[in-house]
């Protein structure tokens, strides 16, 4: 066993581990933060994608004690108080989800990616920047619309009456 | 995964003292590898040495006329280097589409260059630019480095510390993802450095990384997209399996080749 020590979502948590513990298991089975999500288990699909030190990586395939000392940021972490982040209201907004499992770790890619690339995304780059986020639902249209929107929001903007970027054929 | 010990050195020298205990240690690097291995239990290192907070093995800089990137420096870091945008841009296309955004903040160059997957991408880039792989031990030239598949000339307790590029006057990097895994089919790096060109294959070879001599030679006559014309790999030596035969493979070979040169020389 091991000690471990980090933040999450704003908050410092301290632990005694097993070294193979992953950084997913932590967050859901530790502090019960079960919003991140485990899909394939195999660093694939994204489900379990959370932000270490402001970055997304798939927390399925971090070991928790190589997050000693980060600043990790989950889906828990991104509304403040009972006000959705202007990506979670973009999703809702566009409805882009149907069952919901891939959701957490699309929201948290989409940040990643207004961080990365900022607030004005066509759907090429939305869509090739998802390439490690996996919906077995609906297909990536309103995933696509609802990032497009969010991150415009991200800058000031509503998510509301906002045209959609042009859709390619699927 | 099996149970093993946790460390976490801050320095090289430390990685490679805890490496020498011999508790069947194996170096954590990304990890994005490793550790699904581990998962699959198809691994079970005694211990594990996590090189993520060795300061020393991360950067990338200019040194004349080399440029020199840390083995811990992530795919991410490399793909937005102004530094390495400047000098091989190549290189820094490479790093920007492997994997996917996830794993490039995750996945390093000292890992993928010592894992030597077969469908990995920074071999080709090793090989064709004429790096040098620094290790905490020696410096060994990309050819003598890579030795077969997932093999490399790297001894027990070795540990890359950086990889050594020289500035190529051109370069271009090309591949064909399977549509679903999107790991290389067939990645092809061409370089020109001087009068001296080098063209290296990834994803294809039986062997891994590889070179292609008669396209170097017809590129070394004329730097140019049609010097490829009517050239073509044979399918001996390259692999086939049920994402691509080797026929197919051979076939992609030649097509990426051009590909690489038209970026490479800007048409």
């Known amino acids: ?170 | 995964m099996y149970a093993f010990n946790y460390h976490r050195p801050a320095t090289a020298r430390q990685a490679a003292s805890l490496l020498a205990k011999k508790e069947d240690a194996k170096l954590l690097a990304g990890g994005h590898t490793l550790l699904p291995t581990m998962k699959q239990r198809l691994a079970s290192p005694g211990a594990l040495v996590d090189l993520s907070s060795c300061a020393d093995l991360k950067g990338i800089a200019r040194k004349g006329r080399n440029l020199v990137i840390g083995a811990m420096t992530t795919h991410a870091e490399v793909a937005s280097s102004p530094e390495v945008q400047q000098a091989i841009p190549a290189l820094a296309y490479l790093a920007s589409h492997i994997g996917d955004p996830h794993v490039r903040h995750r996945g390093t160059i000292g890992g993928s260059v010592a894992n030597n997957d077969p469908a990995a991408d920074y071999p080709a880039a090793l090989l064709a630019l004429g790096a040098t792989v620094v290790t905490n031990k020696r410096k060994l030239p990309a050819d003598e480095f890579f030795s077969g598949l997932y093999e490399t000339a790297l001894d027990e307790g070795e540990i890359i510390i950086k990889v050594s590029f020289p500035v190529a006057s051109k370069a271009g990097y090309a591949k064909f993802r399977n549509p679903a895994s999107r790991y290389a089919l067939v990645g092809v790096f061409v370089a020109k450095r001087g009068s001296e060109v080098a063209v290296a294959i990834i994803g294809a070879g039986e062997g891994g990384v590889f070179r292609w001599p008669e396209a170097e030679a017809a590129l070394k006559a004329r730097f140019a997209v049609k010097s490829l014309d009517g050239l073509k790999h044979t399918a001996k030596g390259i692999n086939g399996d049920i994402h691509a035969d080797a026929e197919y493979r051979a076939h992609l070979i030649g097509v990426m080749a051009k590909q690489a040169v038209a970026q490479a020389t800007g048409k």
């Open chain 1, 1 to 170: 066993m091991a000690n471990l020590s980090m933040t999450v979502n704003g908050k410092a948590v301290t632990a005694t581990v097993d070294p193979r513990t992953l950084l997913v298991q932590f967050l859901r089975e530790n502090l019960r933060l079960t919003g991140t999500h485990v899909g394939c288990d195999t660093s694939q699909c994204g489900a379990c994608v959370v932000h270490l030190d402001g970055k997304a990586v798939k927390a399925c395939t971090t070991l928790a004690l190589s997050c000693e000392g980060a600043s990790v940021t989950t889906i828990e972490g991104l509304a403040n108080g009972g006000a959705l982040h202007p990506m979670q209201e973009a999703f809702r907004e566009h409805h882009g989800l149907q069952c919901g499992f891939c959701t957490p770790g699309m929201i948290m890619a989409a940040v990643d990616i207004v961080n990365r690339r900022g607030n004005h995304l066509d759907e090429k780059t939305i869509r090739e920047d998802l390439d490690g986020n996996i919906c077995r639902c609906t297909g990536y249209h309103n995933i696509v619309k609802a990032i497009a929107a969010g991150a415009e929001a991200m800058a000031g903007g509503s998510t509301k009456d906002r045209e959609p970027p042009r859709q390619a054929a699927e």
